[in-house]
């Protein structure tokens, strides 16, 4: 299935657009980009209005992306000297009002990789000068309505995002089908441990972490109990789950599957270990009203309970040996920068 392009891809490239007009005078339609793996994107880029420069967002065969044809708009402005770069949220995109996200409370809702894909392309064209770059989408406002931001603290739109510039398609049948090829490719090899986790910032801070550097990783996306099936049936020995507590919290509480529409559970597994831990009512009853998981790692390090992520860790583990008993497993909890819990 055809693969497409992140909110943060096409943000990139209209900025690059964008940069090249300001420095040259030239309307260009058609630039390259590249994702902070090196991989190149050719996208097409038209004039909105100005200095706004725009991409048209091509999720590929996902169907299920609401973001899918709508335009990605950026306007780049050259500020006095030389320095950094400026972000701005412009019309459709969100502003993160509360703690726990990726960004801080007052930014736009412009996620870290978005940020250095749009560094890079218009360092390309503006190496050092000091710059803004507004990013918009028109109609992402009523857009956002439909998605967890408002949940989240994102006010006024859409947040950009992406972590490797490529939209995957969700056919979930083809999906399954990939994860169970890919398994047994690795199970050619000879690997009888696996190491699985959930997407490419675990699988980056996993290889850290372990100083992995073999075929012998996959990440499950959200089918964490296909992928365990499976290992069983292909007869791997060991396997090693690596994960944010946004993702194998779900685990703890028995969902293997976990898609947001589907399974939850997370602050009731958190808050039930706090509990059996003997932390105070109180601080169980701030946990349990945390708007993000990054928000309630951050209250658990302050208040001395970091014991609760080997205590889930372990009954994780149970879980998965429950459903496929012929396999060891071990969990292991890392957060949003990839370091250990």
Known sequence: MREGFTTGTCAAGAAKASAIFITSGEII????????????????????????????????????????????????????????????????????????????????????????????????????????????IPGGRELALKTFNPRLGIVGGLSILGTS???????????????????SMIASLGFRKLYITFANSGEKALR?????????????????????????????????IVGHPGKLLKVAAGNFNTHSKIS?????????????????REFIAQIFHTNTTNEAIALIREQGFNNVWDNIAGIISQKCIQRCKSLKVDAVFIDSEGNLL
């Open 29 to 136: 339609n058609q630039v390259c980009v590249k994702n902070l793996d090196g991989r190149e994107f050719v996208l097409k880029t038209f004039r909105e209005s100005q200095n706004f420069f725009g991409v048209i967002k091509d999720s590929g065969d996902d169907r299920a992306d609401i973001t899918n044809g709508v335009k990605v708009l950026a306007q780049v402005e050259i500020l006095d000297g030389e320095g950094e770069i400026e972000f701005v949220a412009g019309e459709g995109v969100g502003t993160v009002t509360l703690p726990g996200l990726k960004v801080g409370v007052g930014e736009p809702a412009i996620n870290p990789v978005p940020r250095k894909m749009i560094e890079l392309a218009v360092r390309e064209v503006i190496p050092r000068k000091s710059l803004c770059v507004t990013v918009s």
């Open 165 to 183: 510039g490529v939209v995957k398609p969700m056919n979930e049948k083809a999906l399954l089908d990939s994860l169970s090829l890919e398994l």
């Open 208 to 240: 850290k972490i372990f100083h992995v550097a073999s075929k012998n990783v996959i990440q499950c996306g959200n089918y964490i109990g296909h992928v365990l099936d499976e290992a069983a049936r292909l007869n791997f020995e060991h396997v090693i």
């Open 264 to 280: 939850d559970g997370r602050l009731e597994a958190l808050c039930t270990h706090l509990a059996l831990m003997n932390a105070p």
